[in-house]
Each structure stands twice: as C-alpha cells, then as structure tokens.
C-alpha cells in the first residue's frame, strides 16, 4: 500500500519579515549537465528560514543536518475525506508537516501505510521531501522556495564543500533533483575567479578574469526567464564555480576591485568567452560555434605565444577504435587518420579515420569529444603516424620527362639496380614517404602521436596570455581591449 498524506486546510503563519531580493542574484546547478540526483545531504549550522515570494515562512531556531529525497507517488485527501479516518490509522508519531508549493503552504500529516482509503478523494504530492534523523519535516515542489542561513555569515555546506547564500531545489520532469545554489552575483564570482584561473597569477589579470566572468554571468542573468529553475551550472558546462570552500584573499580582492564591471558592445552585455591557452593564435566565434561575434575575432598573441604550453598524446589503433566505438561509431580496426581540413587560425578542422569495414570524418571539436578534452587539449596540433596529406611520387627521366607511372620503373641503389615494387620508399618534395609493395593501398599505422599547442577553444581572452600581459605592465582595461575588439566596459 502507498504511503498516504492526509491535507489538513490550515496555512502556516506567515511572519512579518520580508526578503528584498537582488536584481542580480544568480541561480547556480549545482550538477554539470547530466548529473542529477535521487538523494543528497545538506547541513545548515546555524538558524535557517524557508523564504517564498518575498517572505519567510518558517524559521528553524537550531542547526539540522538534511537528506533531502524525492518523493513521488504520494497522495494527500481532502478535508471532509480525513474525517472518515479515526486516530488509529494516523501513523503514530506523526506531525504536521509543510508542503511548499506554487500557491503557497499547507500542512500535511502523515497516515498509516495499510489504512484502507480507496473510497476518498485523492491528490498526488511529488517534490523534495527535507528529512532529519529519518523524519519528514518538510515537502518543497517549487524552485522559487529558498532555504537560507539566517545570518549572511554562516554557510550551506553540500558535496564537501561550502557555499554562501541560500539553496532551493528544483524537481524536474524526470522525477529527479537538482540542487540549486542562489547568491548575490559578486559573492558567486568569489568562488568563480580561483577555479577558473589560478590565485597566484598577476592581480590585473585576475581582475580581467572577474570582469570576463561577471559578463559571462549577466548574460545569462539578463536573458533567462524568471520561470527557468537556474541560471548556470557550477561545472565547466558554464563556469566553473566551488563555492565558498574555493575562495582565495586575491581573488576575492579582485572581484571586490572590479564590482559590478562588466564587457557591452552596442550597449549590451557580450558574450565573453575565454579559454586557458590559445596557443598564440586567437580564434573567431564563427570558427568554433554558428555564431560570428564582431568582437570576438581571429588574431595573433604574440603575449600567449610566448609562453603556451605545448603537448603530446600517443593512442594506438585499438585506441582509437575503442573511442570511436564509445561514441557509436564502428569502423573495423583502424588502419589510418587523415587531416583534412584547417581553420583559418591553423586548427584542425577535420579528421578522417579509416577503418576495415569503412570510414569516418569528425568535424571540428567533435575531434576532442571523441579522442578525449583531457588528452586533446585543443585542436592546433599536428600528427605522426597518420596520412598528413595526400602526395603523388614523381619520376623525372635524363631527358626531362616527369612521369607518375611506377609501373616497370627501375631505381639504381648502392647494391645495384632494382625493380620499384621492393622499394619501400621514395623521396619526395615533401620528404621520405612510405609507398611499399602495396603501394596503392592504405599502409595500417599502429601507433598515431598527436602533438599540439594550446589548452581549450582559443576563442576570446586566453588566461595565460592575459598573466603575461600583466606581467609586461598592462592593467586588465588594456588586457579586456586587447582580446575583445571594439568593446565598452560599464556598471551595472
């Protein structure tokens, strides 16, 4: 038998104290964009308040330690239906217990598991149930309804870490949770800046990142309805957030020295994408996404390639096929990789991968999906091992004639003359290449080396470039200018 709730008509008080939220509050998922959750665990070590539409609710005088858990398939009845029941079948124990919902509140009271109810009126309660030490407290089934310390100083501390503000939880159509971290837009950023880029870098270019991040932020701020659950994520998916339990005195000082600055072009927030290492070539939005920004272009860094980092993976045929086969592609034992395309900016634009029984091209980042962003650390790179390009040996006879045709040609070596097809290389205008007996077929390669420079997209700032900037005596206006054309910096 399902567990049953019985609805009682009674409103929790609501007291006098209201909630004036801030314009530039950010919702933060706590996930990055797969991972949801049945069940997790919040402390909150001090008095808390459940706060709705402006006001608070309830008050909790102590500190509790939470599982929240999703609950599904629940039923409350009526009023006049509970009045059927006798006290027998309310379960032993139980308390009234608060269901937050979009109209508002009401209190719950829990009934037996066996009690006969199929002759009442039933509705189903889903949601985040709030249990502490095994007992429901409370039922949150809207996004809007926010559980906060109450005192600005103390933490919420979830997943190991320590976040400001206050946290809601959003039930989604899955029947799973998403815990959703909301603050004041300036305290977010003190726990973006030092995960994005390192606290022990110049603070001019730490107070470039707090402005690129606080751009980054607006933008989604400014275009999000009211009725979307969240904002961001707090991974990488946006940007890499770790609460309160990342904060750092330097970074915290540059958010602080840059309050409220943010990036516009045409007196709008832009799109102020950065990445680590470009690698010393910077790339336009339109080579890596659908969209060509106008301040978001091609061009040298001379400051980056100063100093990129540069790297090198090794896989092996049955590497390869095995990430091709995680993925859904399925070619046979591969026998090469040929680059086929490059970007203006010199990345790689195209792969071709042969196999056994086909072939197959990845396209553009699609290339480091597969092959792995943590080995492939950006698309600028070269190859050993694979075809690099398509060439044709040529023959130039005394007389002058160039001919293609390898068939029944002769080559005089140190040992004496010998027939082409036992040549296992020719030279070229690019080099010894292999041609081999089977010269007019694809020669398996086991091993293919990637070698690279660069660390993500290329598009917009590069972090490490900014640092050296710094380094050289720029201030972070000159860094923004410098990777962002045309663009204004104003207050919000």
Known sequence: ?????????????????????????????????????????????????????????????????????????????????????TDWEIEAGAAYVPLFTKEGVRLLTLVRDDNDTSDLSMQEVQGAGFYQDGVLKFIVNDFNVKIRPQQTS????????????????????????????????????????PREMSSAYELEALKAQAITARTFAVNYIKNDSKDKPYNLFSSTASQAYGGASREKPKTTSAVALTKGLYLTKNGKPIYAF????????????????????????????????????????????????????????????????KIVGRTDSGRVSAVNVIGESGEHTLKGNTI???????????????????????????????????????????VVTASGTINLPSVQSVITANGIKNVGASRDQTVPQTEFVFKGRGYGHGVGMSQVGANQMAKEGFNFENILKFYYKDVVIKKL
């Open 1 to 85: 038998m399902k567990r049953f709730l019985l609805l009682t008509i009674l409103l929790v008080s609501i007291l006098s104290f209201t909630y004036a939220d801030n314009n530039h509050n950010v919702r933060v998922a706590l996930v990055d964009k797969l991972n949801e959750y049945d069940t997790f665990d919040v402390l909150f070590d001090d008095a808390h308040e459940v706060v709705m539409k402006d006001k608070t609710y309830c008050k909790f005088q102590e500190s509790s330690l939470y599982s929240v858990k999703t609950i599904n398939n629940i039923y409350y009845v009526t009023n006049a239906a509970a009045e059927k029941l």
């Open 154 to 193: 103390s933490r919420i501390k979830m997943f190991e870490r320590e976040y400001r503000g206050g946290l809601s939880v959003y039930f989604n159509q899955n029947f799973k949770l998403i815990p959703i971290n909301e603050l004041n837009l300036e305290e977010y950023l003190y726990g973006v800046v």
């Open 274 to 337: 950065y990445s680590a290492d470009n690698g010393g070539v910077m790339v336009s939005s339109g080579e890596v996404w659908a969209n060509p920004y106008s301040y978001l272009v091609k061009k040298d860094d001379p400051y980056t390639k100063k100093i990129t980092r540069t790297w090198s993976v090794k896989y092996t045929s049955a590497d390869i096929e095995q990430l091709l086969a995680a993925n859904n592609i399925y070619i046979g034992s591969v026998k090469d990789i």
């Open 368 to 410: 480091r999906k597969v092959l792995g962003f943590t080995k492939m650390l950006s698309l600028l790179f070269e190859m050993e091992g694979g075809s690099q390009e398509t060439y044709q040996p040529t023959i130039i006879s005394g007389n002058g004639e160039v001919s293609s045709n390898l068939t029944n040609v002769n």
